[in-house]
């Protein structure tokens, strides 16, 4: 129920920011769309085929297909992080347009702990599932939250009035960025060994 709510609340935020990018001829919303339409389409895509493989009676034939949503979305966490690397990295080299003051502030840090808690805990409560699908979704929530965090710093340094917030957070989000990036190859090359025999 958290990944669907999380689901149509991305996917809002994202046709909005494109329509304020288009409307305004910013790239900087534009970018900031893609990243969040591509995350929603993320975890559209892992939930839908968590529908179609519960269907399935066979089990190994279930995990199978779950093993292959799982190196799919490996692909899709490769376009986060290279999307969100472009974010930053126009971020660092034009600027950040967009101000932020007052209760903002620590609204927007609010929303990032709870992220964070909910992907925390959604970590430990599940722990004891294998399932590759829920690793998928518990993955895609930790990149989100991460995000969420590095936006934070961002907003707590200007609020302290620091001259190298646009920069350190910049450097910051491209660095998580490629962390990103290399979970995502590493989930579309890795293969289970149940997967190999199943096919």
Request: with cysteine; aromatic share 14%.
């Amino acid at each position: 129920m958290t990944n669907i709510f999380s689901f149509i609340i991305h996917g809002l935020i994202g046709i909005g920011k494109l329509i304020l990018g288009i409307y305004l001829y910013s790239g900087w919303f534009i970018t900031n769309a893609i990243y969040y339409l591509i995350l929603c389409g993320a975890r559209g895509h892992v939930l839908y085929r968590f529908r179609l493989t519960k269907k399935l009676e066979d089990a190994d034939q279930r995990y199978a297909k779950e093993y292959t949503v799982y190196r799919q979305s490996g692909i899709f966490l490769c376009m986060l992080g290279i999307t969100y690397f472009l974010v930053c990295l126009r971020m660092y080299i034009v600027g950040d347009p967009v101000a932020y003051e007052g209760h903002i502030i620590f609204l927007v840090a609010l929303i990032a702990f709870i992220k964070l808690g909910f992907a925390i805990g959604g970590t430990i409560a599940h722990r004891h599932l294998k399932n590759p699908i829920f690793t998928t979704l518990k993955l895609i929530s930790f990149v989100d939250a991460i995000v969420s965090i590095v936006v934070t710093q961002y907003m707590l340094l200007i609020m302290k009035q620091s001259s190298q917030a646009i920069y350190s957070s910049a450097r910051f989000g491209m660095g998580c960025s490629i962390v990103f990036i290399i979970i995502g190859i590493y989930m579309f090359l890795n293969k289970s060994k149940a997967c190999e025999t199943t096919s």
